[in-house]
């Protein structure tokens, strides 16, 4: 059974502190240091790297539950639904068997994502963007080749949550997290510029690849080293079981990444790169918002996850409500910092990239903010290992990224692609599923502030 300890969310927090935190100390000395168009450039790199990484087509967060249900007792591995405990204590040989699937499964990815990096995303940098500066292109070529090791290695911090294993997780982040901070720091102050940034964040996935395998073993202990894989399980037979969710995990996926990432790169085509530099900063701070307000939530998944294997209702109330309350209240505060004393604050460090205008930055927060919130529903949605939005989802990306591109090929700029994001987001998807979750678990506002305190 996994219990979510007041150790295990002290741990979350100080990474995503320190996650967060790195961000904060590192983009003032990337707009101090990087010119404006390469400021743009990064958040270009992002982008492309983004959608390379879409090749995770969901099995990551799909193998997270499967390990949930796992140790926390479960004999199978169901395509839909959640499997029956067996008992209190981890299922070692079934634990191992997805392991396994998982490191043969990323092996493949990676190489698709290689080819996809390699051409598709040198071919875009330097023909389409017409960017032929030699150190422009060694930066992307670190920057792609960390990519590939993040998707090589992505299924490891997963499934080391999922495990149960939150504060182990959490120190490998810092670890990987200050690695980064630190070289990329010495890098952009000695003027290395985008070369010895991307570099920095390669050696940083390097570093996050190698510890979290160490975490995992010793987390499970001799028990699941000595443990045989379950031969009802071998890679084919995973890969069947979990492909039906993790495909429809990654169509969703798919629809987020243009509704979010996509409009990046046809900013950076339309609009130019200073224009895109100033959206990608402004979402990124939003984005930071974002996730210091779902620490919490994101803390409780692997024993949310484990309440639905056990059929706890009441346990799974009382988590969520304290996770979304928290969420609501800390995203109200984190965006009135970024609306109106961000932007001063950039401005008193004479900063080479600056924010959105100021309306604009306060519908893309609201905007951001709807986002997050049907989002962190559907996650609950997904841990009965079910996943219905992808339609929705696909629609929307589409939808967005169509209307878009056709009203800033006429002519018209940024805010057209913030506003087709919001109006799109608000016909469905930002009001279906709360409203889902709240019907399926018979919760209310009241309930929600009652079971808070």
């Given amino acids: 059974m996994i219990k979510t300890s007041r150790n295990d969310i002290i741990w979350n927090y100080s990474a995503n502190i320190l996650n967060i935190g790195v961000s904060i100390v590192v983009l003032p000395l990337i707009l101090k240091m990087l010119t404006a168009e390469e400021v743009g450039l990064w958040y270009v790199f992002l982008s492309i790297s983004s959608l390379a990484l879409l090749i995770d087509f969901g099995f990551s967060a799909t193998l997270m539950r499967h390990v949930s249900y796992a140790v926390s007792g479960a004999s199978e591995i169901l395509e839909e639904g959640v499997p029956h405990q067996i008992g209190d204590e981890p299922n070692y040989s079934l634990v191992k068997s997805i392991v396994h699937a998982a490191q043969g499964i990323y092996r493949n990815l990676a190489l698709i994502a ?20 030699l150190d422009l292109i060694i930066a992307w070529g670190f920057y792609a080749l960390a990519s590939i090791l993040t998707i090589l290695s992505s299924f490891w911090l997963p499934i080391l949550k999922g495990s149960g294993a939150i504060k182990a997780a959490n120190k490998v982040t810092i670890f990987s997290k200050l690695t980064y901070l630190i070289l990329a720091a010495i890098g952009l102050s000695f003027r290395g510029g985008l070369v010895l940034l991307t570099l920095a964040y390669l050696l940083s996935i390097v570093m996050m690849w190698i510890w979290s395998q160490i975490e995992f073993k010793k987390h499970l202990g001799e028990a699941y080293i000595q443990a045989s894989k379950d031969e009802s399980y071998h890679l084919k037979q995973v890969f069947k079981r979990i492909w039906p969710n993790s495909k429809r995990s990654g169509l969703v996926n798919i629809g987020a990444w243009l509704t979010t990432k996509g409009s990046t790169l046809l900013s950076s085509y339309y609009l130019g790169l200073e224009v895109t530099g100033q959206f990608g900063v402004t979402g990124q701070l939003l984005t930071v918002v974002g996730n210091i307000s779902s620490l919490l939530f994101n ?27 928290v969420q609501w209240i800390l995203t109200f505060m984190g965006n009135f910092g970024v609306v109106f004393v961000i932007p001063i604050l950039l401005t008193w460090i ?70 087709t994001q919001g109006f799109v987001q608000l016909a469905y998807n930002n009001w279906v599923w709360p409203y889902r979750v709240f019907k399926e678990h018979q919760l209310s506002i009241q309930e929600l502030l009652r079971l808070w305190r």
């Fill in 299 to 325: 803390t409780y998944l692997p024993e949310l996850a484990s309440t639905r294997t056990r059929h706890d209702d009441k346990r799974f109330k009382q988590l969520f409500s304290r996770a979304i309350l």
């Fill in 350 to 419: 004479n900063v080479s990239t600056e924010l959105l205008p100021q309306p604009w930055l306060l519908i893309m927060s609201i905007i951001l903010f709807l986002e997050q919130n049907h989002s962190t529903f559907a996650v609950l949605i997904t841990l009965s290992n079910k996943v219905p939005f992808v339609p929705s989802s696909l629609i929307s990306g589409i939808s967005i990224i169509s209307v878009s591109f056709i009203l800033v090929s006429l002519g018209f700029g940024i805010g057209a692609i913030i506003l």
């Fill in 114 to 133: 290689f080819l996809a990096l390699s051409l598709g995303g040198t071919y875009y940098i330097v023909y389409i963007l017409d960017i032929h500066e």
